[in-house]
Antibody
Framework: QLQLQESGPGLVKPSETLSLTCTVS??????????WGWVRQPPGKGLEWIGD???????DYNPSLKSRVTISVDTSKTQVSLRLTSVTAADTAVYYC??????????????????WGQGTLVTVSS | DIQMTQSPSSLSASVGDKVTITCRAS??????LNWYQQKPGKAPQLLIYAASSLQSGVPSRFSGSGSGADFTLTISSLQPEDFATYFC?????????FGQGTKVEIK
């Protein structure tokens, strides 16, 4: 059974960089057609797609965050990492790692998020 | 960006009720619509993809319909474990966006 597990600091100071890691177990990141990435949810609010990456390193980012976000992959460790720079209180959220899969035969490809980590709360505060 | 609007924002229902949640997109997007269920303190879980395809392991009381800009999630007979928040999500174009959620509460 595929499992995703987020890890990283739960508290980050304003203007600093948020760094999280997602470790994938029960399956491989390499050689697959999936994307692996991040979705966040501010407390009591809705979901926001941040971006994701495939095993070749090809990335897609939400334009609203693109200038501050870097997602990277380490296939040997089956890990995906998130860096978000210059954080503010507005970046306080539960950050989820998620796998993006698609419907075979669809064109353009129809993607959905079918596996999620349990999420990790990151609070931005001094 | 494609804006997703769900209605209602919340509803109260009893076990056994039929529940319908709607999701409207700001532009037509064929069937590029997914539905998720989220319980408190938990990650979202995929229920329906491509507007009407049931994800493996999801009970058949859940169904989805619609295309273009208007979509519906239906729970045919509400069960105690279905009390949760439901989100729609478009995958027609990036950035992928979600509806604001519909909270289903116990009457």
């Amino acid at each position: 059974q595929l499992q995703l597990q987020e890890s990283g600091p739960g508290l980050v100071k304003p203007s600093e960089t948020l760094s999280l890691t997602c470790t994938v177990s029960g399956g491989s990141i390499s050689g697959s057609s999936y994307y692996w990435g991040w979705v966040r949810q501010p407390p009591g609010k809705g979901l926001e797609w941040i971006g994701d990456i495939d095993y070749t390193g090809s990335t897609d980012y939400n334009p609203s965050l693109k200038s501050r976000v870097t997602i990277s992959v380490d296939t040997s460790k089956t890990q995906v990492s998130l860096r978000l720079t210059s954080v503010t209180a507005a970046d306080t959220a539960v950050y989820y790692c998620a796998r993006r899969d698609y419907v075979w035969g669809s064109y353009p490809l129809l993607y959905f998020f079918d596996y999620w980590g349990q999420g990790t709360l990151v609070t931005v505060s001094s | 960006d494609i804006q997703m609007t769900q209605s209602p924002s919340s509803l109260s229902a009893s076990v056994g009720d039929k529940v319908t949640i709607t999701c409207r997109a700001s532009q037509s997007m064929s069937s590029y619509l997914n539905w998720y269920q989220q319980k408190p303190g938990k990650a979202p879980q995929l229920l329906i993809y491509a507007a009407s395809s049931l994800q493996s392991g999801v009970p058949s009381r859940f169904s989805g319909s619609g295309s273009g800009a208007d979509f519906t999630l239906t729970i045919s007979s509400l069960q105690p474990e279905d009390f949760a928040t439901y989100f729609c999500q478009q995958s027609y174009s990036m950035p992928y966006t979600f509806g604001q959620g519909t909270k289903v509460e116990i009457k």
